[in-house]
C-alpha cells in the first residue's frame, strides 16, 4: 500500500515542487494551502508524513503537530518541518526533521523516504498478541521511535539493547516500562534518566522487548515525551560541539588547592569539582556524576576555559581526527547488518555489490581516477591499468569499509548486447552507480535502456553521478528537461576539478548509498 505525504504550505510554487518530488518517489500526495485545512485532511484520512513550514497560516506547523498527536487515531504522524521555529511556538517531535525552508524539493523528499522507511521497520515489529517477545536492529528502528510505539501501545516489559562500541567493546543497556511509561534504565553501572539519555545516542546495536511484570522501584516519572525532548537536545548540542568537548579517554586535573575551590557554584559545578579530587580521567567523572553525560562535559569544557582544570588530551582516533577513512564504525556496522539480513544465522558475509553503469568510457575513465587517489582503494584487472573497454563486465576493484568488509564495484556495460546482465546483476546489489558525463541529453539516451529495466527490479537502488569537468555545470532545467526518470534525491553533481581531495567528494556520495 503506498503511504501518504500531506504537503501543507502557503507557498504554493514550493508546494508543488514537493509534491512533485514525493509523487517520483511513488508517494501518495495531498496538499492544504493552511493548517486549518490540512487538520481537517489529517483527520479524515491520516498520512504517514506532513511537510509543513512552522509559521503555517491559521494553525502553525507545531501547533499541527500537537493536535495531530494528542489524538490516538493521529498520534503516529511524522512531520518534516521547513524552517526556523520562531519563539513562541511549539517544540518539534522527536521523531520529526527540521529542514531549511529553501531546501531543495528532491531532498525534501528523500527527507520524508527517510522517515516512511522508520514508520516500515515498526511496522514489522508490532507484536501481534500483548505478550509476544520483539526483537531487531536499531540501525533499522531508532530507540526513539521504538519507545513511541511502546508507549502507543501500552507495553510492560523490558527492553534490552546490546552493541559493539568503536573500539569493539560490548555494551548493554536496558529500559523497563511500565504500560509504555519509561520507569528505569540503566546503562552499565550508571541508572536512571542519565542512563536512558546515554542509551538514547546509540544508533546501532540489537534490542529484544520481553514481555513481562516490571518488579524495579520507579526512578523515572517524567511523560515520555518529555524524555525523548529532552534527550533528543541533549544529543544535538552534543553532535554540534563535537571535537570541541574533552575527550573521554583524556585525563583531567584540578589546577586549584581544595581550599581554593569556590563555595558558591552550580550543584553540577560542585559535583563536577568534588569528584575531580577523586578521579583522573574524564570518562570516570562522566560516568560518576549524576547529571547527564552531555552536560558533565559542558562544565568540564567551561572549567577548562576558565583555567581551573587541565584536560590532557592524548592521541584521538581517526574519526575524531578527520582521517581518510571513508566509513565511520556505525555505517560499517549497519552494512554488516544489511548482509546479514535473511542469511542463515553463522555465514560468512561477503562483502557488498555496487554496480557501476557508465554513459561512455570517459565517464568511466574520469570515476576511476577519483577512486585511484583514495588510500586502501585496490582496483583491479584493466581498470587497474586504465586499458578496460566500454563491454567489459568485470570487477572495477574493492572499497575497504572496515578491516573485514568492503564493496566490490563491478562495471556493467550498457550496450544492448549486454540486455540479459542487468537484472542479474542487479539482484542482490547494494545499489547501482549511473555515471554520466558530456552533454546530458547524450549521457541521458546511452543509459536509459538499462536504466527502465533495472526500475522493474525490486528492492534496486539507482543514484546518478553527473561529473562536471572544468567550466561545465548542468542547469536545473537541462537535467529535468532530458533525465526525467531521474529522482533528485539520488543526483550527485561531481565536479572533477573542485580542488577538493577525492576522499571528500566520493565520502558524501558513498555514504548515502551505504544502508
Known sequence: MARTVLIADADAERAKRTEEACARLAFETRSASHGAAALEM??????????????????????????????????AVRFVFLGRRAAGLGEPGPGDEIVPA???????????????????????????????????KLSKIGLADLLQLFNQNGKTGSLELSRRDPSGRGETGVIHLDQGNIVQAGAGHVVGEKALFRLLAWNDGAF????????????????????????????????????????????????????????????????????????????????????????????????????????????????????????????????????????????????AKLLLLSAGPGATADFVRLLRGLEGVRLEGAFAGGTFAADDLASVGRVPVDAELGIQLIHVPVSGANAPIWPLAAH?????????????????????????????????????????????????????????????????????????EPSEILRSLLARVMP
Not at 575524531?320 to 571513508?326: A, S, V
Not at 555505517?331 to 554488516?336: K, S
Not at 547524450?442 to 525490486?458: I, T
Not at 569537468?469 to 533528485?488: F, H, Q, T
Request: glycine residues 6%; aromatic residues 4%; charged residues 30%.
Open 42 to 75: 489529517a483527520l479524515a484520512e491520516m498520512p504517514d508524513v506532513v511537510v509543513a513550514p512552522f509559521d503555517l497560516p491559521l494553525i502553525d506547523g507545531a501547533k499541527l503537530a500537537d493536535i495531530l498527536r494528542a489524538n490516538p487515531r493521529t498520534q
Open 102 to 136: 529553501d531546501l531543495e524539493a528532491g531532498e525534501v523528499a528523500r527527507r520524508v523516504e527517510g522517515l516512511v522507511s522508520r514508520l516500515a521497520g515498526l511496522d514489522e515489529v508490532v507484536p501481534v498478541e500483548d505478550d509476544a517477545e520483539v526483537e531487531g
Open 208 to 351: 529484544a522487548f520481553t514481555p513481562r511484570r516490571i518488579d524495579v522501584v520507579p526512578a523515572i516519572q517524567k511523560p515520555l515525551r518529555a524524555l525523548l525532548m529532552e534527550g533528543m537536545r541533549q544529543l544535538d548540542e552534543a553532535n554540534r560541539v563535537d571535537g570541541s568537548l574533552p575527550p573521554l579517554d583524556a585525563h583531567v586535573a584540578l589546577r586549584l588547592k581544595s581550599a581554593d575551590l569556590p563555595n558558591m557554584v552550580h550543584p553540577l559545578t560542585q559535583e563536577v569539582l568534588l569528584l575531580l579530587e577523586i578521579y583522573s580521567r574524564v570518562q570516570e567523572v562522566v560516568d560518576r556524576c549524576s547529571f547527564p553525560d552531555y552536560q558533565v562535559l559542558r562544565t568540564l569544557q567551561a572549567l577548562e576555559e576558565r583555567g581551573m582544570v587541565e584536560v590532557r588530551r592524548g592521541p584521538q582516533p581517526a574519526s575524531r581526527r578527520g582521517g581518510r577513512g571513508l566509513f565511520a564504525p556505525a555505517q560499517a556496522r549497519r552494512l554488516r547488518d544489511w548482509l546479514e539480513a535473511g542469511r542463515p544465522r553463522g555465514t560468512p558475509v561477503r562483502d
Open 428 to 500: 542482490g546489489a547494494l545499489g547501482a552507480l549511473i555515471l554520466l558525463e558530456g552533454p546530458v541529453a547524450d549521457a541521458s539516451a546511452a543509459v536509459a535502456a538499462p536504466l527502465e529495466l533495472l526500475r522493474s527490479v525490486p528492492r534496486t537502488r539507482i543514484f546518478h553521478v553527473m561529473l562536471l569537468r572544468k567550466g561545465e555545470r548542468a542547469l536545473p532545467d537541462e537535467l529535468r528537461d532530458n533525465l526525467s526518470l531521474i529522482d533528485e534525491a539520488s543526483l550527485f553533481l561531481v565536479p572533477l576539478e573542485s580542488g577538493k
